[in-house]
């Protein structure tokens, strides 16, 4: 170790030659802000210096495009991807993204500690930097709802070893912190002195203030700039997040000035594989700002440097002596189309396409794990508790819901949908441990016309979640999902389209082009049946997170998130 940081001083000093030298860049300075030319040069995976660079085994000249950092995703659960993760390698290094920081809470509410570490073990042989945050709510909530497994208290220990592991993932249990549990405490006590992330949407005033004093010094669920600026003047890094479902870069980049973007960066959180391949990832939040007036230099600094620096990844974030040699070119920095993307200080992506193979190793361990207690269709009748029923509204562009008390129809003491009102059914049925839970409720905002959806992916317990005009249709769409063992369906008196997510129910096995055409031909049908949202599965996946407001449905049925509670059982 000490031989190859001898050797890389005597790159910087001009004595040795370099193994890389990027040429005639125009080359972006995260920490003044500026655009300067130069030669950089590489030795192995770090970056010697920075200037007039001449001697390498290997010259590549940029012809005056601009190199900048590789771009950091600090907040992102790839499992939303639906992708095996080589495959969602694929989809996001060649945009740019060369590290991520995960916690992977999704994966392991179905498959616990093995969930994790088969992502973690997969991903080693990757061109991508990926970081643990130790999944602090698995389950999100113990008593409403029913998960696949259980993280306790030993676990979170035992993955704090890892050297993957740099902190403890978003604290979703808000309520749980601001009372004072000893078990909710007890995990944020073992990160002290590392990062811990946070989760309040919604909280303000002192309860913002007791959560905060807790430890946890970041927060993505701001939705507004009240809410938002709030969380900045306690202490809070805010991260700005624009996701598939999850919209709030344009409410919240007025936040953005020199005062305060140091404390400000950018995130995905959820990321269908559709947008990954079409828009991109973290390059196309960065676009976006750029669109919506922020400079093209700051939009790269709270992708980069700022994640960086929030996360104490020393090492990343930077195009400067000593850094890790994650860097990616570009010929226009509004437009962020990645060119060129080097890991280690080795070119793995060009044009939008990747040069590394996407390592499989198949899920084992991770199969047959949709099991469900047989049920009938008459099981989905939803009984009704008067003229009046309590109905889930859906938020176009966003993961929080309302609580509306809605005339509903009743015929034969059950309540039916209602197409002209936009009152559909919502079912949330077991899948982890047969218990034979189906919880019912009605949802408003999807605006389908017929037929139904059913999905696998069901934050963050993942039951499967189907919305429908009819029983028959959602009993149909279930079926096909406990058939193809995890996955999406789209049913109208037959199964019209779906994908199979055969690995934890969470992820293809398939090539990431063949799971985007998939995808979109389920959404192609969604339509087809009146739905009106852009992203209709992603947006039905939220349904049942009983930690984001105001009202959700899980197995054990209504929940309440503002009150914490179940307001109605079934």
């Not at 790159?11 to 130069?38: H, M, Q, S, W, Y």
């Not at 499992?79 to 999704?106: F, I, K």
Request: contains cysteine; charged residues 20%.
């Amino acid at each position: 170790m000490v031989a190859k940081l001898a050797q890389l001083i005597s790159v910087a000093k001009g004595e040795r030659p370099a193994d890389l030298i990027l040429a005639n860049a125009r080359v972006v300075n995260v920490f003044t802000g500026e655009v300067e030319p130069g030669n950089v040069a590489i030795y192995r995976d770090r970056i010697a210096g920075v200037g007039d660079y001449r001697q390498a085994r290997e010259v590549l000249d940029l012809a005056g495009q601009y190199l900048a950092p590789g771009l950091i995703n600090g907040h992102t659960h790839l499992e939303s991807s639906m992708l095996d993760v080589g495959q969602y390698a694929r989809a996001v290094v060649p945009r740019g993204t060369l590290a991520v920081v995960t916690d992977l809470h999704e994966i392991a509410n179905v498959s616990g500690l093995e969930g994790i570490k088969y992502v973690l073990n997969s991903a080693r042989r990757l061109p991508l930097e990926l970081f643990l945050m130790a999944p602090s709510c698995v389950p999100a909530t113990t008593h409403l709802e029913t998960s696949g497994a259980c993280l306790e208290l030993a676990d979170i220990r035992q993955m704090l070893r890892w050297k993957e592991c740099i902190g403890l993932g978003e604290m979703m249990n808000f309520p749980g912190v601001i009372a004072g549990l000893e078990t909710v405490l007890s995990k944020i006590e073992l990160f002290q002195g590392k990062v811990v992330d946070g989760h309040a949407p919604g909280v303000s005033g002192k309860g913002l203030t007791a959560y905060i004093a807790a430890g946890i010094s970041s927060d993505h669920e701001s939705v507004s700039l009240a809410e938002a600026k709030e969380k900045l003047r306690q202490g809070m890094y805010v991260m700005i997040r624009e996701g598939s479902s999850e919209k709030n870069l344009a409410a919240l980049l007025p936040l953005v000035s020199d005062k305060t973007y140091q404390r400000c960066l950018f995130v995905v959180d959820d990321r269908s594989c559709v947008d990954l391949l079409a828009d991109g990832d973290i390059n196309a939040v960065v676009r976006k700002a750029i669109r919506h007036g922020l400079g093209p230099v700051r939009a790269i600094q709270m992708a980069t440097i700022n994640t960086a620096e929030r996360f104490r990844l020393n090492y990343l974030g930077a195009v400067a002596p000593g850094y890790r040699a994650n860097l990616i070119v570009t010929s226009d920095l509004a437009e962020m189309q990645v060119a060129m993307a080097f890991y280690h200080g080795r070119l793995v992506a060009k044009d939008g396409e990747p040069l590394f193979e996407a390592y499989h190793p198949g899920g084992e361990g991770l199969s047959g794990t949709v099991n469900i207690k047989p049920f009938a269709p008459q099981a989905l009748r939803l009984l009704a508790s008067g003229g009046t029923e309590l109905v889930i509204e859906v938020v176009p562009g966003q993961i929080v819901t309302r609580k509306r008390a809605e005339r509903v129809k009743i015929k034969d003491g059950a309540v039916l949908p209602d197409i002209s009102g936009d009152i559909l059914k919502l079912v949330v049925v077991e899948r982890h441990k047969a218990s034979g839970n189906i919880g019912l409720g009605l949802v408003k905002g999807f605006g389908l016309k017929r037929g139904a959806l059913a999905s696998s992916i069901a934050h963050d317990s993942h039951n499967i979640i189907a919305v429908g005009a009819s029983d028959e249709d959602i009993y149909t769409a279930i079926r096909e999902v406990e058939r193809l063992q995890g996955g999406l369906v789209v049913a109208d008196g037959k199964v019209l389209a779906s994908l199979a997510l055969p690995i934890a129910g969470l992820l293809s096995d398939q090539p990431l082009e063949v799971v985007v055409r998939k995808l979109a031909d389920v959404e192609k049908q969604a339509r087809g049946l009146g739905v009106t949202l852009p992203a209709p599965l992603a947006t039905l996946s939220f349904l049942a997170l009983p930690v984001i407001p105001e009202l959700k449905l899980t197995d054990l049925g209504l929940v309440d998130v503002t009150e914490f509670k179940l307001v109605k059982r079934g």
